[in-house]
């Protein structure tokens, strides 16, 4: 039960934030939309359940603004190769 209520509330935390952003970004009228900023969504990896759901956030917040999902929690390779797919993209 506990892990469940920490997964829970990890999903809740991070899509809370996402959308605290988007809603900031869109209270500005007429603002060009900025592809300087990108998501990197870190996720510890878990069932396929729980990876789809993750990515699924991904793709929701990819819809406006560059995101990559990293899983691994603080994986240091895998982090890294989400933030060269952002660099890339010119994104950071």
Known sequence: MHKSFFATFISWL???????????????PHAP???DVGVL???????????DQVLEIGSQVNASLPTEVAFGM????????????????HII
């Not at 991070?14 to 500005?28: D, G, P």
């Open 74 to 89: 603080a994986n240091r390779n895998t982090l890294q190769a989400e933030i060269d797919k952002l660099k890339k993209d």
């Open 33 to 35: 939309v900025s592809h």
């Open 14 to 28: 991070a899509i809370s934030f996402t959308f605290a952003l988007l809603a900031n970004a869109q209270m500005v």
């Open 41 to 51: 969504l870190m996720a510890h990896g878990g069932s396929k359940e729980w990876n």
